[in-house]
């Protein structure tokens, strides 16, 4: 049976406190992660994402460490990169429309079945020992046309699908089950590449998306707020929004700056295993140092639904990027790769605490008539821009040296926590006041 979801009122929330104290049970604190997680449909959907994220991260990890493997470039490795998450910077305000005017639950599925059909396509391509490297990018460009299409929906879907009181707590839980699937897939999928080769890991990967196909389809997905915008009105919709709402614009130039010149060093991980820390890529080692830093990624995104629920989350993503900014500077100059294990723990730690207070900054008084293009921009510039940082830290490294690439990134945050300011404005502060 389909689930219907619509936002509860607060007497409907306070009835459920008083019939928890009456059969004595312990009451859900809103906001946090575990009130998220009670609400059906968004278990339902978490779930199914959370199985279908874990073949994505397998086939990621891969993706980069064949990518070195062929060519021992790290510019190849950011063209690859370039090809999955570029797309991102061009479509995903297209998605955004999309998911604020079409059926959501019938978006999602076709853009999933797309993903696994051009997965299957790229096991294929992949199975030679020496694949043909412009049908590999071709084939992971088509990839990422499907998700920078897809993620503008599911991200709108996501905070919708629980009242607003329990928004961060549902945010933090998307970042745990994201980061949590870097840590499985990783693992799951460097065993298989050094076992099986990365042939297998593209095929589980494409089959991966029926998960979250047979999860939309037991849920009916709240219907878009519908809007007067039209044509390319309705495209730059969360532009004029953006522009209109200080933190909400400092929030998306922030995570655009991040992304582009603090994050090479993910795109360029293999070759800073291998340069630094004498990790191949193509090793289990590999697959668990990456683990190791989804691993942070998830403690630092559950960290908002827990430990920091009650923290304001604009001072905490300033506390965040200096602690972040100072991890990059030990990361940059590690050599050992006994220590680069817990290292890279604190890192994923820290940048996540870090984007997961950002993204909830960005949702927390957000209108749901604009949430799925506003959510397109903080998507251009999380993952659109990542793949170009990539491109320009693989050059800049080539030139310099790896080591040189993450410096830059920690100047960054540093000078980030210094010029943010994501204070809310007194309109956002009555609203969120007049929310509860």
Do not use: C
């Not at 993620?151 to 329990?166: E, G, K, M, Q, Y």
């Not at 668990?288 to 995104?301: D, E, I, N, Q």
């Amino acid at each position: 049976m389909s689930d219907a979801v619509s936002p509860r009122s607060e007497a409907a929330v306070a009835e459920d406190v008083e019939d928890a104290l009456v059969d004595g049970d312990r009451a859900l604190r809103p906001g946090t992660a575990r009130a998220a997680f009670a609400h059906p449909t968004f278990r339902t959907v978490y779930l199914g994402a959370f199985a279908s994220n874990i073949g994505t991260w397998m086939q990621n990890v891969v993706l980069g460490a064949l990518a070195y493997d062929l060519t021992r470039s790290g510019t190849f490795v950011g063209l690859i990169t370039a090809a999955q998450l570029g797309p991102m910077l061009l479509l995903s305000i297209v998605g955004g429309a999309i998911a604020d005017t079409f059926d959501r639950r019938r978006t999602l599925t076709i853009l999933a079945l797309q993903q696994a059909v051009f997965s299957l396509v790229l096991a294929v391509i992949a199975s030679p020992a020496e694949p043909d490297r412009v049908a590999l990018v071709l084939a992971v460009l088509a990839i990422g046309v499907g998700n920078a299409l897809y993620a503008p929906t599911f991200s709108a879907v996501v905070p919708i699908l629980v009242p607003r009181r329990d928004l961060a707590g549902a945010i933090a839980l998307n970042s745990v089950q994201m980061n949590a699937s870097r840590v499985v897939g990783p693992a799951i999928g460097s065993i298989l590449f050094s076992r099986f080769g990365a042939s297998w890991v593209f095929a589980l990967n494409g089959l991966s998306y029926l998960v979250v196909v047979a999860a939309i389809a037991r849920v009916t997905l709240p219907a878009p707020v519908p809007s007067a915008s039209r044509g390319v009105q309705r495209v730059v919709e969360g532009l004029r929004y953006a522009r209109t709402h200080r933190e909400v614009a400092q929030t998306l130039v922030t995570v655009f700056v991040l992304s582009l010149l603090t994050l090479p060093f993910i795109t360029q991980m293999p070759t800073l295993a291998d340069v630094n820390l004498g990790i191949a890529a193509r090793s289990d080692a590999y697959g668990f140092l990456y683990a190791a830093f989804g691993l942070g990624a998830v403690v630092g995104a559950l960290s908002i639904g827990t430990l920091f629920a009650p923290v304001d989350k604009a001072r905490l993503a300033r506390f965040g990027l200096v602690a972040f900014g100072a991890l990059l500077v030990v990361w940059a100059l590690l050599r050992d790769p006994g220590p680069a294990y817990p290292v890279a723990f604190l890192v994923g730690a820290a940048y996540f605490t870090v984007i997961t207070s950002l993204s909830t900054v960005l949702q927390q008084d957000l209108d749901d008539g604009v949430r799925g293009k506003v959510l397109a921009l903080w998507i251009m510039g999380f993952g659109g821009t990542v793949p170009f940082g990539g491109l320009l830290g693989g050059w800049f490294a080539e030139r310099t040296s790896i080591t040189a690439m993450v410096l830059v990134g920690a100047a960054v945050a540093f000078v980030l926590a210094v010029l943010v300011d994501l204070r809310p404005t007194r309109r956002s502060s009555a609203a969120r006041v007049s929310a509860g």
